[in-house]
């Protein structure tokens, strides 16, 4: 997996506490990205950063063993606006990723608070999920109109989240940012099917 993370600190504090080996709670990510699109790498690709914690994807739990971290410097996602560079340098940085580990498919390219959503909400509402998507990384709906069959829950859980309604909002922030309620309404519907349909309704 891909999991992408604001820091809601500066630069400098971000780095040292994310590369602090004696704090009490480990955190610590595969990457950094600075708001100039400076990439900082404190762990290898091959070894685990613990930048995930509790989380749940697809069936799988504990994912910092299965999954490279991202840390993207922002101090607030749902009110500060991700600098062009920066997500320009984020791309380039992705695709290097995807390119050394291809069996990142690109449902499983997703933020925080898609794994972790009664705990987390970055890499918040401005991040630009579809930009991503266009350039090649992970997935975005591309309609509205393809009826959904069946439970709104049942179908998050197909697609990859844990069930729960903090699951359906953390879906609406990845893929409907301009409303996040909660309610599997007639667009959630639609742009779960239209995601399930791109990945062949499958688990």
């Known amino acids: 997996m ?85 997500i320009a340098a984020l791309i380039e940085l992705c695709r290097g990723i995807l390119g050394r580990h291809p069996a990142i498919v690109p449902r499983n390219v997703v933020g925080h608070s898609d794994v972790a959503p009664t705990r987390k909400i970055d890499p918040g509402l401005l991040f630009p999920w579809k930009a991503l998507a266009d350039a090649g990384i992970g ?11 069946g439970d709104a829950q049942a179908a998050l859980q197909r697609y990859g989240y844990e069930a729960g ?6 879906f609406q922030r990845h893929f409907r940012p301009g409303k996040v309620d909660g309610v599997a309404d007639a667009e959630t519907r639609g742009l779960l099917a239209d995601l399930l349909d791109r990945v062949g309704g499958a688990p």
Do not use: C
Request: glycine letters at 6%; zero cysteines.
């Open 165 to 170: 309604e903090a699951s359906l909002k953390a």
């Open 139 to 149: 997935l975005f709906p591309r309609s509205t109109s393809k009826p959904l069959a």
């Open 2 to 86: 891909l999991i992408l993370h604001y820091t809601e600190l500066p630069l400098a504090e971000s780095l040292a506490i994310l590369s602090d080996p004696a704090r009490e709670h480990r955190v610590s990510a595969h990457h950094v990205l600075a708001e100039d699109g400076t990439v900082y790498r404190l762990v290898p690709e091959d070894r685990v950063a613990w930048h995930a914690g509790k989380s749940w994807w697809r069936g799988r739990e504990a994912l910092n063993g299965t999954s490279i971290g991202i840390e993207i410097v922002n101090l607030w996602g749902d009110t500060n606006p991700y600098p062009p560079r920066q």
